[in-house]
């Protein structure tokens, strides 16, 4: 099993940047992708980034130039860079692994405008 915890949530203003981190622990060896997910209130989980063992990425539409993510696996930390925060970003987001289907619990991010 894979153990994930998301950090790094909070408040901040439009324009403004923040960066999550998912801590990974437990059978970390046989993971072969981690992504970040949000939900934002009343609507559905949707796919933010994701990175497989190669290092190819995927990004949403909506965060494609703004948004990086990227693992330090010396640290078992998958990371998300977001700049250029918009009111629409706010949800909470989450941290996910592959193929396990481990989930985090979650961290909020509201963006202010």
């Known amino acids: 099993q894979v153990q994930l915890v998301e950090s790094g949530g909070g408040l901040v203003q439009a324009g403004g940047s923040l960066r999550l981190s998912c801590a990974a622990s437990g059978s970390i060896f046989s993971i072969n992708a981690m992504g970040w997910y949000r939900q934002a209130p009343g609507k559905e989980r949707e796919a933010v980034a994701t990175i497989n063992n190669a290092g190819n990425t995927y990004y949403a539409v909506s965060v494609k130039g703004r948004f990086t993510i990227s693992r330090d696996n010396a640290k078992n930390t998958l990371y998300l860079q977001m700049n250029s925060l918009k009111p629409e970003d706010t949800a909470i987001y989450y941290c996910?692994?592959?193929?396990?289907?481990?989930w985090g619990q979650g961290t909020q991010v509201t963006v202010s405008s």
């Open positions: 996910a692994a592959f193929p396990q289907g481990s």
